[in-house]
């Protein structure tokens, strides 16, 4: 399977982006899939996954409540869709997917930087 992510870019605080996740070349519908993010200095962080089905999201405490992630097995794209933003969530987002939701994640996609200014 390869992931191709899309929807970085430079945001202010308190605005909005959506990552999307564009996945080819296997069973998409297979996997769980989830977004991880990397930010210098910091520990790389699972963010939000979402089942094979599409249930049972689990997010991080840092995002709950402005992080939603949501798949759409028709085209092989999940998206996630992040309000609220602040400056702590700079970092490289990396579309992910897996046998299961918490990992482990056997298929990463290239990052998408996302920059919230202050």
């Known amino acids: 399977v390869q992931l191709q992510a899309s929807g970085g870019g430079l945001v202010q605080a308190g605005g909005s982006l959506r990552l999307s996740c564009a996945a080819s070349?296997?069973?998409?519908?297979?996997?769980?899939m989830g977004w991880f993010r990397q930010a210098p200095g910091r520990t790389r962080e699972l963010v939000a996954s979402?089942?094979?089905?599409?249930?049972?999201?689990y997010y991080a405490d840092s995002v709950r409540g402005r992080f939603t992630i949501s798949r759409f097995n028709a085209d092989n794209t999940n998206y996630l869709q992040m309000n609220n933003l602040k400056p702590e969530d700079t970092a490289v987002y990396f579309c992910?997917?897996?046998?299961?939701?918490?990992?482990?994640?056997?298929?990463w996609g290239q990052g998408t930087l996302v920059t919230v200014s202050s």
């Open positions: 992910v997917g897996g046998r299961d939701r918490l990992g482990p994640f056997d298929y």
């Open positions: 070349g296997g069973a998409f519908s297979s996997y769980a």
């Open positions: 979402i089942t094979w089905r599409g249930g049972n999201p």
